[in-house]
């Protein structure tokens, strides 16, 4: 079987460590980028395709997948989109909330449409979906839509369920604090108090984040279906 996956937000540092490992598998990697591609360019392999598509246009979505060829044959589809727009709670409209739908849920559903099919084809598929140790909480003061959004990926249709005796496992990755540059950098947060608040006293590495992404999305997951898989550190 020709394995080929589909990686949104394959940009971010998560997402450019996951397509090295997808391609170091000798998986095709379909990688999805919205505005900066500029690392995923450095990637020289024949089997790596990169698109561009900003999700806050989803109205125009579907017509781009039919006309394109990236989204055929797809065998595993990973999620790993998360768009934040800062303001504050009291500043937000009514269209940031519908950027934040679109972009971190409601591209996941329009591809799930497409792809599921064609797993069940193939009698095979894995599905990982990404939401965020926020979720718990109810976000910050700036990522209220952003929590909302990604909870959103933690409800299973209970149509998924006729996929599953098809070999087709979908499950959502919940993701706590990692190593990425929007932690290290983000300006006014304290990391180490950050880190108190978690009862393995570290903040994930984007490798171990990636081991994980692997395990549930390739054919390394055998079993494991309609699980939101929290990889928080106890949080």
Do not use: C
């Not at 800062?86 to 937000?92: I, W």
């Not at 979720?135 to 299973?156: C, D, P, Q, S």
Request: hydrophobic fraction near 40%.
């Amino acid at each position: 079987m020709n394995k080929k996956v589909l990686i949104l937000g394959a940009s971010s540092d998560i997402g450019l460590q996951t397509v090295n490992r997808y391609l170091k598998n000798n998986w095709s990697v379909v990688a999805h980028f919205s505005k900066n591609n500029k690392e995923l360019k450095k990637i020289k392999n024949k089997n790596l395709e990169i698109f561009k598509y900003d999700f806050k246009k989803i109205n125009n979505f579907e017509k781009f997948i039919k006309k394109s060829h990236l989204f055929k044959d797809i065998t595993a589809f990973i999620s790993l989109t998360g768009y934040i727009n800062s303001s504050k709670f009291s500043a937000l409209t009514i269209g940031n909330f519908y950027d934040h739908i679109n972009v971190n849920y409601l591209s996941n559903i329009i591809i799930l449409k497409y792809v599921l099919p064609n797993m069940k084809k193939k009698n095979f598929g894995r599905v990982l979906l990404s939401s965020s140790t926020g979720v718990k909480f109810g976000g910050g003061e700036t990522t209220i839509l952003y929590a909302l959004t990604k909870y959103m990926n933690e409800f299973f249709f209970s149509s998924y369920k006729e996929f599953y005796k098809n070999n087709i496992l979908i499950n959502t990755l919940r993701i706590g604090v990692t190593k990425t540059k929007i932690h290290l950098k983000t300006k006014n947060k304290n990391l180490s108090k950050r880190i108190k608040l978690i009862p393995i006293k570290r903040i994930a590495s984007i490798n171990e984040v990636v081991d994980y992404i692997f395990l549930y999305a390739s054919e390394k997951n055998t079993l494991t279906t309609n699980s939101i898989i929290d990889i928080t550190g106890g949080e």
